[in-house]
């Protein structure tokens, strides 16, 4: 881990020291015998190299760790040497789904590679589509949400089935009366003091307007990742192993989120867990202001050529092409053949849409791939 980026609140990076290391790997428990210690030992050094070493960092989209990462990291690591592992990805909610977003698991599927290759089962990726939490916690239109939110589970399944089969999930939250009642109580925890310290700190940032909206965003990813206390419903893949060990992998901005979480005080779970960062600096369920590629006009065939894009969606479908050639694109996210099914008889969630019995990638009918790879390549230039 020695040279490893860690980020706090502005945009220096710490790099850690070996007595970093050394100071934190002296905090963790103990091995029970000589066989874990053994385990440990011999296993550890690999995993970690493959989420977060200069191999990741340099090609596989990661950036580094955010403040008060690097401990959970390695309680997390060091629990994976014998539990399963599940790489989580958390989307937010929007009403225009940028075509970058999908490109936000490609770091965890190249992660998940990187520890199949160091000797260690093959991990789990578990996508989680916040959409309708985040539309009712940030009052955003429900149906829009709904649309974006059963387009992008639809693509993400496909793209996955074709990257890592059988080794995903893919769930959506279903918001309620009890998870409200769950917000109210977390933000009514926070001590004044530390009241205006999630408010600083996430001043501007995930969509919220107000300063009750902001606590109860900062409060709902408390719910989420570190008390799974919001109900999930798997739309698409296989559910998540039992006593797993879970890894976020999240955007830069996370860190800003990571970091308030533990204000929240201990409740059901034991605070922020591990979380490693990319280096996507604008949320991929979010439009750059500076100009981006909408997922549903990508799939409607509607060129982007010429037009500006901000550098921080320029970088993201860099990624994305990589990954993916247009031809691939237009095929993952058409729609012809696929129907979409309603969730219904949810709390609160009216007409929350997913997709269901996704398997592989069909072809796409009238859509010429060569014409589609000129646009998009265009697009980048």
């Not at 401990?71 to 989307?91: D, I, N, Q």
């Not at 009366?177 to 600083?200: C, I, S």
Request: glycine share 12%.
């Amino acid at each position: 881990m020695r040279g490893v980026p860690v980020l706090g609140s502005g945009k220096e990076p710490h790099l850690l020291t070996d007595a970093d290391v050394r100071g934190l790997l002296d905090t963790l428990r103990p091995c029970t015998d000589a066989q874990e210690t053994g385990e440990v030992n011999r296993l550890r050094p690999r995993l970690l190299n493959a989420v977060i070493g200069a191999e990741a960092r340099r090609s596989g989209y990661i950036q580094g760790l955010p403040r008060h990462g690097a401990a959970p990291l390695l309680r997390a690591v060091g629990e994976a040497v014998r539990a399963p592992l599940v790489l989580r990805v958390v989307y937010g909610a929007s009403t225009t789904m940028p075509l970058r977003a999908l490109s936000y698991v490609l770091p965890a599927v190249r992660m998940a590679s990187r520890l199949t290759e160091a000797g260690h089962r093959a991990p789990h990726l578990q996508i989680v589509l916040a959409g309708a939490l985040g539309c009712w916690v940030n009052g955003l239109s429900g149906p829009a949400v709904a649309e974006e939110t059963a387009l992008l589970a639809r693509c993400l399944g496909r793209l996955l089935s074709s990257l890592v089969p059988g080794g995903f999930g893919v769930y959506v939250t279903l918001a309620s009366a009890d998870v409200g009642a769950a917000l109210d109580g977390l933000v009514r925890t926070l001590t004044p003091a530390r009241r205006a310290h999630v408010l600083e700190r996430l001043s501007g940032k995930g969509g919220a307007t107000a300063d009750e909206q902001t606590l109860r965003y900062s409060a709902a990813h408390v719910l989420v990742h570190d008390r799974g206390t919001v109900p999930l419903a798997l739309q698409q893949g296989n559910p998540v192993p039992e006593n797993a060990t879970v890894i976020d992998i999240g955007s830069l901005q996370e860190r800003h989120f990571h970091d308030v979480r533990r204000l929240f005080g201990p409740g059901e779970g034991a605070g922020p867990g591990a979380l490693v960062l990319s280096r996507h600096s604008v949320p991929p369920y979010t439009m750059a202001r500076g100009g981006d590629i909408g997922l549903r006009e990508f799939r409607d065939g509607r060129s982007p050529q010429g037009r500006t894009l901000a550098s921080a969606a320029r970088h993201d479908l860099r990624l994305l092409w990589t990954a993916l050639p247009p031809e691939e694109l237009r095929r993952i996210t058409d729609a012809s053949h696929e129907r979409l099914r309603t969730v219904t008889g949810v709390p609160g969630v009216p007409g929350v849409s997913g997709v269901s019995g996704v398997s592989g990638v069909t072809g796409v009918s009238g859509v010429d791939p060569y014409r589609a790879a000129d646009v998009f390549e265009g697009a980048l230039r």
